[in-house]
């Protein structure tokens, strides 16, 4: 149950720079590589000679070429050639369309014709000199929607993350969630707090004591139809928390950029956007590190939570006030699914 | 093919000492834990909140808190407290019926209001200050009706078990089975023999000479629905055998509690009870691993006879006078599983 | 979709000399082992006392014992004995045609009324001391008409084994298939060429130098249901290729018996027979490393293509003059598995 015209990130950059990449986005079985002047394109991981994955082949001036026979397939899904055979009649393979911007290889995996470079999601933060980034990517056994209501309702970092991000006040004090169109929103601001370790070490990284009392914020971004992007930070307490000056807080935004594979797994891009010491390479390192830590540590929960729903599809779950930003986003992805349903049955 | 209306084996009591546990029993997904003063208890593995395993949570002060949000559990199923929510509300889990007694903790997976503690099988060594237990569990991928057959006609020890318990006499001396009521018992006999390596290390251990020739003896006791408990020994020659004087004798008790997970694995919970030398660690350390090693030595023969069995359902086995106590064992756990089903039919 | 009524290798004689053997072949589970006098032996691997497998059993003069109680099979399937029982009521197994022939041990999983040595396929150097075999096993999980499809078209060789036996010359010379009778021949020489580092070797070993510029040959033979027989070779440029005098020429015959196990898995026997330098044992073991390291480089592909086509079953492949041998083949087997059924409607 996922929208199918919609950008998904497919793969970071570096993965298709020496070789292709077999991957499976929303079903499709999908080989990506790239074409003449390092073009990212998407084809159907199928040769159409004997039905071998192409990802098993390698790219030689912009062609991939299968490493069975070697046919050589141009980025258009059209055969190029192959050794000793005319391949004008050979059928086409369907072909998705592919964009490369801010740090990340995306796919249309539904129709091409509806595929529209002005739907990607917006990420100033990628194209700002101002900002680096630093992330990575795990494959998890679980519907896609259950990471977003994962991201939507920060409360369980303090029981799931009680060493490093958790802290008391996160289940004391409520969080509201609002929407703009199809863009949820869940705010939780903590006034006058201790800073949990995760950013007592941020703060040491940006020049802020990390024993003062701080302002902490969380504004959770739901962008359909499947990207979570968190406005987290601390400021020294009582200078305007979120908009508090430069000089007295660190912040950054959570990027989590999530591309179901099937209905029961994903591939959950992760990371972390800052604007402070963005030339600091060990930092981001360090936060990298730090980061994928925190956030392996949600993956037996989820993993063991979609086992005990798959076990029993007909049990309701409850829709508590904490609930709201994952409620409300799933809302929008069933409308846009029944959306997508209805133009396919209509045409 | 299991009755539900029965106690069966969940765990040994230090599994649950620390944190909560996770088992399936008899296709019941279920958390074990402690609760007030520390008495055990079962429910459903579910967090009404998301559909999480409970199991992967922690017990604080006698109730069940959710690793993923905080929802805090009683041990009837009822939710006491979640962090900003009222949860009257709330539906409450299936809770099974669990006692602790005889040094494991029992659980009940059937219809709660029909469990009774009196049907507890009765294991009065258990309560008997000159016995001591040693043992250990498996999980094996078998039907637990085979695990029973196994146990029921011990000539497979001369075969399966040739260089630990296996003798020549084993399957020369016939076995007679007799019942009385649901207790279904196979006896056999053997006279003026030499006992088999891990009879004469028990000997030793027992202060006699593991050379002397001995009459040996094994009582297989089926106890619905899937408890085997043997009394086995050795006693000197021609000094009355199982009902030999103390002192030339050494003996003890197989201990095989069997639960099922599903219709093709098992929960299998083995040692031995002896009444000699109950003081002495040590050597209940060095049997229980001399059994451990022996009973590891039907894990693979169980296993591979499931697989073929569940590639021919439908091929008919041979019921020989071997067989006779596994076959009536089996009668009469049908029966129970068929009155169960008639009962619930009519109800 | 495979013949039943044919031979097929079970196993390497060495695979049942010290203990019986359990295989799958053609979805019959069946326990190989060495009855009286040594002779090879296939009955189904099924106890007829409970199920167990017998292949977890052992040999007593020329009887095969179950591992679980002791009953003692006979290779015709009847039960000889077993201790405490009468046995002559019991069922017996069906028994699997097996011959021992030409360093093989080959079975017919179909009707053995119809099992015929003279069907077996004639392997005249395996019987000729003048010549010499090495080689081994892989388990793939593929179907056998894939293996089939790869052996029959070597213009892979440029491509999966590009730094073995692969060379420019195989996707420019063009390959020519031809039938005699349900044999089909798919035959390509490449003339005046370098040879590959695979050959370099070969020519080194039977003492020839291997900067020469050769003629090389293939000429694959498909032998029903799924054997490939290939003859291959270099000699020194000039000198008559195939029919050049053996002083200038080293040459071999690639042995490949493919057996499915399912529909989708295979047990693979593969070697090379070579008439040079027979005695030499070091240099069979180095030609066997090298092929089997060769071999190894097509199961990944093999295998990828397989869960390729089965996640689209229904999608069809190109059939172009290079796929000749094994389009031919498939014809072959396709109107044997028809006879076969035909005639089991029939009777």
Redesign the interface.
């Known amino acids: 149950m996922y929208p199918k015209n919609a950008w998904y990130v497919a793969c970071a950059p570096g993965e298709i720079d020496e070789k292709p990449l077999g991957r499976t986005v929303c079903g499709e ?1 999908i080989v990506f590589f790239r074409g003449p002047d390092g073009k990212a394109a998407g084809l159907e ?2 040769c ?6 192409l990802s ?2 390698r790219v030689v001036e912009g062609k991939l ?6 046919l050589e397939m141009g980025c258009d899904g059209k055969t190029v050639a ?4 005319r391949v004008r009649g ?2 086409a393979l369907a072909s998705y369309p592919v964009i490369e911007r801010y740090g990340f290889v995306w796919v249309w995996p539904g129709e091409a014709a509806k595929a529209d470079p002005a739907l990607l999601p917006k990420l100033a933060w990628a194209e700002d000199p101002a900002w680096t980034f630093g992330g990575g990517m795990f494959h998890v056994q679980c519907d896609y929607r259950l990471m977003i ?1 994962n991201l939507m ?1 920060l ?2 970092e ?3 993350h009680a060493t490093s991000i958790g802290q008391q006040e996160l ?2 004090v ?1 969080a509201y969630t609002t929407s703009e169109g199809d863009v949820v929103i869940t705010r939780r601001e903590m006034s006058g707090v201790k800073a949990p370790p995760f950013w007592q070490a941020a703060m040491r990284g940006n020049g802020l004591d990390p024993e003062q009392t701080v302002d902490r914020w969380q504004r959770c971004r739901f962008v359909p139809p499947s990207s979570v992007l968190i406005d987290v930070g601390v400021a020294l307490a009582g200078q305007g928390g979120f908009d508090a000056p430069a000089a007295v807080k660190t912040s950054g935004i959570v990027v989590d950029l999530i591309t179901p594979e099937t209905e029961t797994s994903i591939w959950y891009f992760w990371g972390l956007a800052r604007n402070f010491r963005p030339e600091d390479k060990a930092l981001t390192a360090s936060i990298r590190e730090a980061q994928g830590k925190v956030f392996t540590e949600d993956l ?2 989820l993993e ?2 979609q ?3 798959s ?2 599809p007909e ?4 829709s ?4 709201l930003g994952g409620v409300q986003a799933r809302r929008i992805v069933e409308r846009l699914v029944a959306q997508e349903q209805g133009q396919a049955v209509a045409a």
Do not use: I
Not at 315 to 318: A, C, F, N, S, Y
């Open positions: 079985r991981d199928w159409p000679h004997r039905g071998a994955p098993l082949g070429v299968c490493g069975y026979h070697g192959m050794p000793g055979q050979f059928p209501d309702d409360t369980h303090k029981y799931v289940d004391e409520p037996e929960m063991s939570q086992r005990n729903l076990a029993q049990r309701k779950l409850l508590l006030n904490t609930d």
